[in-house]
């Protein structure tokens, strides 16, 4: 390169001498010993100028990534130390009431491990999406016992779904209520839908309303006590009388311990009374 430049240097507009002016370009044979060399010479020192441009860019490059590095490693820098500054009066001492050195596991910080998420009697899981799937939902649950506490609006099952013998009114049948009573008894539906009662009196039995839009049946056995001679009655929440459905009561069993069977069906509107039979 230094030679380059004394060469540049030395090229002149004087006249052409090869012992005293030899880069000279003017005069007899200046053209022709120096035009083409200096030429090239331009052209050279062109290409080392191109060349030191491309070195000034590639250096500021990295001069700005190194800068960006270094704000990226204050920023770190910054973060670990608001983490130390956050420690307070001094370093942890326990994990969840756990001292000395801790080794975390799950159940440490009061997580469940992912091996028992949607497996039998297992728990419940997220997928991947946030929802919960049959992939996620544990099986083999046991048994679990429906109520009135527990049930409300539309029950959907997918498998088969074991009904308890005794579940009671609105739920289910098969309970069976039993009571003595005396002039008057209110009927409790969820006492059965066959229910035995012993008379001690002339009873007027009052049937409840149902919720709106239901209704319900009860059968009744009707049990006279050791004195006999007693005569029922039946009635809505409103008083109104029982429709039977022979157009008239019937002639009541009454001797001691003589036994009618009524059904009673509250639709809502009417009360209908229907006389099966009795005996004694």
Do not use: C
């Amino acid at each position: 390169m230094s030679e380059l430049t004394d060469r540049l240097r030395a090229y002149n507009g004087g006249t052409f001498d090869d012992g005293g002016n030899p880069r000279g370009l003017a005069g007899i044979g200046g053209m022709d010993a120096n035009f083409a060399q200096a030429l090239n010479d331009v052209g050279e020192a062109a290409d080392h100028l191109a060349n030191a441009g491309d070195y000034a860019v590639a250096a500021a490059d990295s001069a700005a990534a190194a800068a960006a590095s270094a704000s990226v490693a204050t920023a770190e820098a910054n973060r670990a130390q608001a983490v130390v500054d956050g420690i307070g009066d001094g370093p942890v001492t326990s994990v969840n009431g756990l001292t000395g050195v801790v080794t975390l596991t799950p159940a440490s910080v009061g997580a469940v491990a992912s091996a028992v998420v949607g497996v039998a009697n297992g728990v419940a899981g997220l997928g991947a999406d946030g929802r919960l799937t049959a992939a996620v939902l544990p099986t083999n649950l046991g048994t679990v016992t429906l109520d009135a506490a527990t049930v409300s609006g539309d029950l959907s099952v997918g498998g088969r779904l074991n009904v308890p013998q005794e579940i009671h009114y609105t739920l289910a049948r098969y309970s069976v209520g039993q009571a003595t009573v005396g002039a008057s008894h209110t009927l409790d539906p969820a006492a059965g839908e066959y229910q035995a009662l012993t008379l001690n009196d002339d009873t007027v039995v009052t049937l409840p309303d149902p919720p709106a839009g239901h209704g319900y049946a009860v059968t009744l056995k009707l049990i006279q006590d050791a004195t006999g001679g007693r005569s029922p009655t039946f009635l809505k929440a409103d008083a109104t009388a029982a429709v039977w459905l022979a157009d008239a009561p019937p002639v009541w069993k009454t001797a001691a311990g003589a036994r009618d069977v009524v059904v009673l069906t509250h639709d809502g509107t009417d009360l209908l009374a229907a006389h099966v039979g009795g005996t004694g």
